[in-house]
C-alpha cells in the first residue's frame, strides 16, 4: 500500500489517498483540518469530482473508494491549483502463507 498526503501550499493536510496493491484508490479526509472550505471549494471545481466533493471531505473515519477517472481529475487539477501530494508511507506487497 502507498499513502500519500494531499497537502497545501503551507503544508497542511487536508487529506490521504491510499493506492492499494489491486489498484484500488481511497481517500479519507482529515478532520483536524482548518482548511477543508477551501479543499472543499477546490473538489467542487473539478469535473466528475464535483458531485461527490462533499463526500469526499465527510470520509473522515471511513475512506471513499474513488474510481479512475475521479483520482486521474484530481491530479490532474493540482498541477493547476494549490495542492499536492506527499508520498508519507510504503509498505511492499508480500505474500504469505495462510495460518492453519
Not at 11 to 17: A, H, L, Q, S, Y
Not at 31 to 56: K, R
Amino acid at each position: 500500500m502507498n499513502v500519500f498526503s494531499f497537502e497545501n501550499l503551507v503544508g497542511d493536510v487536508e487529506g490521504w489517498v491510499y493506492l492499494t496493491q489491486n489498484e484500488n484508490v481511497y481517500y479519507q479526509s482529515n478532520a483536524g483540518s482548518s482548511t477543508n472550505n477551501g479543499f472543499l471549494t477546490f473538489l467542487q471545481g473539478i469535473p466528475v469530482v464535483n458531485g461527490i466533493a462533499q463526500a469526499l471531505i465527510n470520509a473522515t473515519s471511513v475512506p471513499y473508494h474513488l474510481n479512475g477517472t475521479q483520482y486521474n481529475n484530481i491530479l490532474s487539477s493540482f498541477s493547476a491549483g494549490t495542492y499536492h501530494l506527499h508520498k508519507c508511507w510504503t509498505q511492499n506487497y508480500q505474500q504469505s502463507r495462510p495460518v492453519s
